[in-house]
């Protein structure tokens, strides 16, 4: 049974950061890509950050040079990183497993609210 639980979100100020982290359970991790997603209040779910099971990064363009994504495959754990947060950047953030030799992230975490006041 595969499990994801999130934690670190919490309240932040404008120009804060905060760290979120994501441990995993249940499948291979280090053969699979990790991914961070985001639902701001009343919009849909949007990418913010992924990483592949060989380290590449990728990231949404409003996220760039402020996130880092990151993960430690002996703990079975990914993490995002954010600085220089803004009042846009609230929102339920959840990681996600791509399972090495598939095309979607199909194990998603319950989630943790990050709000950034302004």
């Known amino acids: 049974q595969v499990q994801l639980v999130e934690s670190g979100g919490g309240l932040a100020h404008t120009g804060g950061s905060l760290r979120l982290s994501c441990v995993a359970s249940?499948?291979?991790?280090?053969?699979?890509?990790m991914g961070w997603f985001r639902q701001p209040p009343g919009k849909e779910r949007e990418f913010v950050a992924r990483i592949t099971w060989a380290e590449r990064t990728y990231y949404a363009d409003s996220v760039k040079g402020r996130f880092t994504i990151s993960r430690d495959n002996a703990k079975n754990s990914t993490y995002l990183q954010m600085n220089s947060l803004e009042p846009e950047d609230t929102a339920v953030y959840y990681c996600a497993v791509q399972p090495r030799y598939t095309s979607l992230f199909v194990y998603w975490g319950q989630g943790t609210q990050v709000t950034v006041s302004s």
């Open positions: 249940g499948l291979s991790f280090s053969d699979d890509d």
